[in-house]
């Protein structure tokens, strides 16, 4: 598995923990004042796929400008 392949799936995995975090945050605000950590729990998994969707985006970039060398 190289470079890229784990970072795209290190990408859906991380969406798969967001959306989960998203539901439980919504799911806990239905039966009042969630907990601080419920509330701010999607926000690391968010900050990686920032990062990881960037790395992603700006890779064909890259990889078109090294070919052209």
Do not use: C, K
């Amino acid at each position: 598995m190289n470079w890229n392949s784990w970072i795209r799936q290190a990408h859906r995995w991380l969406a798969i923990v967001f959306t989960l975090a998203v539901v439980a945050n919504f799911i806990t605000m239905a039966f009042g004042q969630p907990p601080a950590w419920i509330v701010y729990s999607p926000l690391p998994p968010l900050f990686l796929m920032l990062f990881s969707g960037l790395y992603m985006f700006f890779l064909p970039y890259f990889v078109e400008t090294r070919d052209r060398i």
